[in-house]
């Protein structure tokens, strides 16, 4: 049974790099069916999606978030990782991540990780 | 971006009555060169990340219930859950993967009556 969890800081300080990683157990992140992707929720404005990978190191992003985003993978560790630079409070939400179906820029998510809170905040 | 619309934002339903929720969306969804809908519906319990229940608009995912059923197409989709029963108490969310980037409904929250 495939499980992602998310791991990473809390609390991030405005201005800084919100740094993600997601472990992917239960099957191989290098499987050529499926992309890997990240999800933000927040109060304000709900599920948003922040981009994907693929095991070959494609990426997909969000254009709202395209110039603070990176996306990578790490096949032999099984995870891939996202960095969200120059945080502001808006940033502040559940991040989940979860596989990607259909394709990297567009498709259904299943399943996804358990989600971890980051704050961002002084 | 295609905008997700959902209503209502919440119910109460009776346990054993059915739960109608809609969803739609500002352009179509409704790819014409295989006539498949690319919608999506989640469940959310509370504390617990989203559920993928139904895809391709109305297929349902292995080991969802009978009782949730997905319709509709081009721009207005519909999710019943039929018999509600205690456990379905949740927050119900669509989603279309036609274009990037893909955007969600803001939520309906199911409630007991």
């Known amino acids: 049974q495939l499980q992602l969890q998310e791991s990473g800081p809390g609390l991030v300080r405005p201005s800084e790099t919100l740094s993600l990683t997601c472990t992917v157990s239960?099957?191989?992140?290098?499987?050529?069916?499926?992309?890997w992707g990240w999800i933000r929720q927040s109060p304000g404005k709900g599920l948003e999606w922040i981009g994907s990978v693929y095991y070959s190191g494609s990426t997909y992003y969000n254009p709202s978030l395209q110039s603070r985003l990176t996306i990578s993978v790490n096949t032999s560790k099984n995870q891939f990782s996202l960095n969200l630079q120059s945080v502001t409070a808006a940033d502040t939400a559940v991040y989940y991540c979860?596989?990607?179906?259909?394709?990297?820029?567009?498709?259904?998510?299943?399943?996804w990780g358990q989600g971890t809170l980051v704050t961002v905040s002084s | 971006d295609i905008v997700m619309t959902q209503s209502p934002d919440s119910l109460a339903v009776s346990l054993g009555e059915r739960a109608t929720i809609n969803c739609k969306s500002s352009q179509s969804v409704l790819y014409s060169s295989n006539n498949k809908n690319y919608l999506a519906w989640y469940q959310q319990k509370l504390g617990q990340p989203p559920k993928l229940l139904i895809n391709?608009?109305?297929t349902r995912e292995s080991g969802v219930p009978d009782r949730f059923s997905g319709s509709g197409s081009g721009t207005d989709f519909t999710l019943i859950i039929n018999s509600l029963q205690a456990e379905d108490v949740a927050v119900y969310y669509c989603q279309q993967y036609y274009s990037t980037p893909p955007t969600f409904g803001q939520g309906t929250k199911v409630e007991i009556k």
């Open positions: 239960g099957g191989s992140i290098s499987s050529s069916v499926y992309y």
């Open positions: 979860a596989r990607l179906i259909f394709s990297g820029y567009a498709g259904w998510f299943d399943p």
């Open positions: 391709w608009a109305s």
